[in-house]
């Protein structure tokens, strides 16, 4: 084997929403808290080994947020119910925290500190069956205050962690005192004061290359024309036609101009809003003299057409527009959404061997098909949000980085570059004949256009900002007047409105996202003394909740078990769960295995098929994981050959083997009886299915929540029967 390093990017993609409402605080702490706990965290680590190289998205909407914190004294609203005295709380207020104050994930950032989760079980086991006011009888004046500093408290960053206020508090742990609330939230402050600076030394220093994204993040090609929409899928409905690229040319004309005044010089390289791309948004780019943009290697796939192979996505390619040229990096699925869901659970050694593998896999596959020397021309790219992932591995994530870079730092076959270096150095870079319009989520725009929600919000943006145009050439307002108004266009432009509209994304706060983005519209009109439109005082969202319903089979199925669809009518019946539609939260996931998840079942037995996305691990294991009635663990082991039963008694556990059904070919098929579940007819089974390999979980559907099904009696066909 030959000594010529293969190059791997990361891009850390850092960005919020834009938060601040009409009354011109922050109405979600997000930027903050992620502040504090990731944006400068993952700098200072990086520092610990300098032979590692990254590149960093910082979006200018963030990094203006960031700067109203630390520059304009810009509170967030739960600095704001955090800094009030404790016995000033009225009932509102003391209502607001217990209902905010434990946003955060319970096994890594609650269950480990004592005395915030006492608090977090007082409230939500020994209280819980008492209405809120009644709640509110059985907390002290002192646990209010300790609630107040804890959340604070586990959102700074474990690097951080070691500033002497910070450890002085956590050694407290309890009875804090007013005083002990303002010098935490002075040292959230600082440590928000240090991120643009400390990103800017690593980038002067050649560590890090630095790259950025349109002012508020919108999706370029929607803006310039939402026909592209329809372009990237045929199959979408669409909103009132919008076409404004002069608005796309001002989203990143500002954004570079932000960023350069920031840090003292503009960036080469962008990731362009959700790895949004078209051939005319890449003229754009091109005309701001952009040297590189990443996006995702569907793209790539469905820009080549048949010559596209796996390994096609380790080379940047080049599009060119009459004297400009644009090169366009890849991202890998699977690497990339490995750190973003699969990695947290499990070892982190473990973790790191098999990314690695991954990569001299990846470095072997080149050198066979083009030979060591094309090595140079090559780069694996992975690329994902550099803060939503760390609050689900153990240590924030640090203790799996740290070992990550360190094995970087040594192995002998890899090297980390960042864009612009690897593109100096390279000697080849192959023109790419079309760009397919899409994201990085499906090749499409599926995310933040088509559905109902999506297309009335696209409606009231148009409606409002022909409002504007027709208000800006009656040439009677002031500049300042119409400046304030295209600002909240331009805010209500960005991606994030339309992530939460529709049924792919869900989360507790999908209400104040919807108004936020209503508020910033209803301002518009505000503006110029005008009442806004009504519809504008109505939810777009039509539903608040986690959008996921489990699904009751039709009607009794028998199928055979061989691995294959043998017929069309074998399945007819069966619940379908399709995996590209399931609700996820902030993080998408894209390198899925689960294409369509069937549930069935007769009289006698459940049976279960899953149809892939591409051919899976012959490695992998299927873990029906039950929850109710009561926990349960299902082993399917296709390379086995059996179904192995698990149940967890008083601290140990037994193992069964049960009939093993079960058949892995085009797709998996398997059936358990019910009786070996010891379930009877009417009693409700709720499970989740996950995928395993070597002990290791690499997929959980649904991600969120349960698949709940009633176990059938002799008459469900009858009481099931409709015409």
């Known amino acids: 084997m030959g000594e010529t390093k293969l190059n791997i990017a990361f891009l850390w993609h850092q960005h919020q929403p834009y938060y601040k ?28 080994f300098p032979n590692v190289k ?15 914190y630390v520059e304009k004294g810009v509170k967030d609203n739960v600095w704001i119910l955090s800094e009030k005295l404790a016995p000033d709380l009225n009932l509102k207020e003391k209502r607001t925290i217990l209902n905010n104050f434990f946003m955060a994930n319970y096994e890594s950032m609650i269950k480990p500190y004592n005395r915030y989760h006492e608090l977090f079980l007082k409230i939500h086991e020994e209280l819980a069956n008492l209405p809120s006011d009644e709640q509110l009888r059985f907390l002290s004046e002192q646990e209010f205050r300790d609630l107040q500093v804890w959340y604070n408290l586990i959102w700074v960053g474990m690097i951080s962690r070691e500033r002497p206020v910070i450890k002085r508090l956590f050694d407290k742990a309890a009875h804090f005192s007013e005083e002990d609330k303002k010098l935490l939230l002075n040292e959230h402050l600082k440590i928000m004061s240090e991120i643009i600076p400390t990103h800017r030394e690593l980038w002067q220093s050649g560590q890090i290359e630095l790259a950025t994204s349109p002012f508020y993040h919108p999706i370029l090609p929607l803006l310039i024309d939402t026909k592209m929409g329809k372009a990237s899928d045929p199959n979408i409905s669409l909103p009132s036609h919008f076409s404004h690229p002069e608005d796309a040319e001002v989203q990143l004309e500002r954004g570079l101009a932000y960023f350069e005044k920031l840090f003292g010089g503009k960036p080469v390289g962008m990731w362009p809003s959700e790895g949004s791309v078209s051939e005319e948004a890449a003229e754009l780019l091109m005309k701001q003299n952009l040297k590189w943009i990443a996006t995702d290697e569907g793209i790539l796939e469905k820009s080549l057409g048949k010559t596209f192979d796996q390994t096609s996505i380790y080379r940047p390619y080049q599009l060119k527009k009459e004297s400009r040229t644009l090169n366009i990096f890849f991202r890998d699925h699977y690497l990339s959404d490995a750190i973003g869901f699969v990695y947290s659970n499990w070892d982190a050694d473990n973790a790191v061997s098999d990314f690695v593998s991954r990569l ?39 203790t799996f980085l740290r070992k990550l870079y360190a094995r970087l730092s040594t192995e002998p076959l890899v090297k980390t570059v960042t864009y612009s270096e690897f593109l100096d150095k390279s000697l080849n870079v192959p023109k790419l004949p079309r760009l397919h319009p899409g994201s990085w989520i499906n090749s499409n725009f599926n995310i933040w256009i088509g559905s109902e929600e999506d297309n009335r919000a696209w409606d009231l943006l148009k409606n409002a900002r022909d409002f504007l145009v027709k208000k800006e050439n009656e040439e009677s307002y002031l500049p300042e007047t119409i400046r304030e108004a295209w600002e909240k266009i331009f805010i209500a432009e960005g991606s994030d409105w339309c992530w939460w509209y529709g049924d792919e994304h869900s989360s507790s706060q999908d209400l104040e996202f919807d108004l936020l983005f209503r508020q910033h519209l209803i301002r518009v009109y505000e503006i110029f003394g005008e009442e806004a439109p009504i519809e504008l005082y109505q939810s777009i969202k039509h539903k608040h909740y986690q959008r996921f319903a489990s ?39 894209v390198s899925r295995s689960i294409d369509k998840f069937y549930v069935g079942f007769d009289i006698k037995k459940l049976y279960l098929r899953i149809d892939f996305l591409s051919k899976p691990d012959p490695l992998y294991e299927y873990v029906v994981s039950i929850k109710t009635p009561k926990p349960m663990t299902i082993v399917l082991s296709p390379l086995k050959g059996i179904i192995e039963k698990v149940v967890h008694q008083n601290g140990s556990y037994s193992k069964t083997n049960l009939d093993p059904s079960l058949k892995l070919d085009l797709l998996l098929e398997a059936a358990i009886a019910f009786k070996d579940l010891d379930l009877k007819p009417g009693e409700s089974l709720g499970f989740q299915l996950q995928i395993k390999q070597r002990n290791q979980i690499v997929e959980a559907f649904p991600s969120m929540n349960i698949i709940e099904i009633e176990v059938p009696d002799e008459n469900y066909d009858l009481r099931e029967w409709s015409v």
Not at 57 to 67: D, F, Y
Not at 559 to 587: C, K
């Open 360 to 398: 001299i896999s990846i470095r072997k596959k080149i050198v066979e098909k083009s030979g060591e020397s094309a090595l140079r021309n090559h780069i694996v790219s992975v690329i994902l949000d550099g803060e939503n992932c760390w609050e689900y591995y153990e240590n924030d994530g640090r």
């Open 21 to 48: 409402n009409r009354e011109g605080y922050f109405q979600m702490p997000w930027v903050r808290f992620h502040g504090v706990k990731d944006y400068l965290d993952m700098i200072l680590l990086l520092k610990e």
């Open 551 to 589: 699904k009751s089979p039709t009607h009794l199925i028998t199928p055979q078990i061989d691995g294959r669809s043998s017929h069309f009518f074998e399945w007819n019946g069966a619940a379908v769960y399709d995996g590209s539609v399931l609700p996820q939260s902030a993080m998408h996931q």
């Open 54 to 68: 990254q590149n960093i998205n910082l979006v200018p909407s963030l990094l203006l947020q960031i700067n109203d």
